[in-house]
């Protein structure tokens, strides 16, 4: 009698062919699985794409393009605090979060999202005093912005805690609560008609969100844990920072530049023409919320499909945003004053160039996924920190030749240029990951061969 594994006509395994469609079935319904999470992250990002593309008509509509270019600058700067947010919170919490078992997320949620707090704190007492040094129209907008930081960053933190556990669904209902809050407000808003107020009113409905965000995940925000978090992040946090705040900041101070350069009215007029490409940011942003978790996923699967992956990623994301572009070319000016009243007619200018910026910025998106995946912060760092630094410069380079239109031109060849160095130093991680892997498959086949000898 033999013992253990079974052989001959007595084995229990299925005939090749079944075990063929038991394969099958497992990649379909991985794929399903894969499906689902990126639906859930298109769907979460519409809400919120569609609900910042309604405040800004809003906006832009009951003030005029003057004041529109106040509350852009305020919206931009919240874009960098929140990308330096991410660069220490909710970043390292995808890459490494992401799939783990409910008590290794609940304990680094609550960690990740009381530094967000924490952030949100500080930043909102720095934009108070900004504001007040300032005065005026846009230093009442800085003082709004500040009152509500610490709600705005909390509630985004949520949402990438929730896809790092596959649980879009929550960050979709989250985004939904923030839009249904925002109606009144904006109601509200506009009968005191000042961007303080309008500010105030994105911000404390936003804030809403973020309690409910709260209940949802059950999990307190332990602020008094930021220093744990930020110490066990410290080799993919402090990178991840620089790189969205080269981002991001490079945005900032293109239309800070533009301003000073050309006027606050050019600042609005770029604003309108990105609120045109707000349904096909949607998507771009809806992509990036699961990008990083499923890239990693396919790392861990199938190493070697990583870069198809991230281009197919990339590739999709530029084509959507080109094809999106050419059908605002063929908007006739009566509807695009509907929607955007006076700033319709210079933001119209500014579609082509604003489209191919946006195209180039969905191949990038494809590539720093997979460079997020590997862990290669290094390598994408000096990819954010050289094409960041193009943005910048090519943006106000323009500004000085042709305001609001040659800052969109210089921007859009720029990103272009940055998109092939992002691709080029994804090509060269992914060969020195895989290179590593079969290092470590060849000491451990020695090793083997050394203990039989």
Known sequence: MSHG????????????????????????????????????????????????????????????????????????????????SRGLTTDPLVVRFSGVSPAAWRAAVARSSGTALLIGLVSGVVSVLAGLAIGGGLGAAFVALGLVFPMLLLQDSWRFAFFAAGQGRKAFVN???????????????????????FVLAWGVSGGVAAGFGYLQSGVVPAGVQAAVWLRQQRDLGPRYLVENVSNSGASQLRMYGLG????????????????????????????????????ARVLRRSPHRLPKFCLVLGGSQAAAALVWGCALLLVPDIAGEFVLDSVWEPASALILPVTLSVTGAGLVAGAASGLRALGAARR???????????????????????????ASWGSAI?????AAIWWGQ??????EHQAGIHATSDESLEETEEFTR
């Open 5 to 84: 594994r079974h052989a001959g006509p007595e084995a229990p395994g299925p005939p090749p062919r079944q075990a063929g469609r038991h394969r099958a079935a497992g990649s379909s319904t991985a794929m399903r699985a894969v499906a689902g999470r990126i639906s859930w992250g298109l769907a979460d990002q519409a809400v919120s794409s569609m609900t910042n593309f309604a405040v800004g008509i809003y906006v832009a509509r009951t003030l005029g393009v003057t004041e529109f270019g106040v509350f852009t600058l305020a919206w931009v700067t919240y874009g960098l605090v929140l990308n330096i």
């Open 175 to 197: 985004d939904v609560v923030w839009g249904a809050a925002l109606i009144p407000a904006l109601v509200l808003a506009a009968q005191q008609g000042s961007v303080f107020w």
């Open 260 to 295: 000073a350069i050309a006027g606050l009215s050019e600042v609005g007029a770029i604003r309108g023409a990105e609120l045109l490409l707000g349904p096909f940011l949607a998507v771009l942003m809806g992509l990036s919320l699961v990008a990083v978790p499923e890239a």
């Open 380 to 406: 994408s760092l000096r990819s954010q920190l050289i094409a960041s630094a193009g943005y910048l410069g090519g943006g106000l380079a323009g500004a000085t030749i042709a305001g609001a239109l040659g």
């Open 414 to 418: 720029a990103m272009w240029c940055g």
């Open 426 to 431: 994804l090509r060269v991680a992914h060969r």
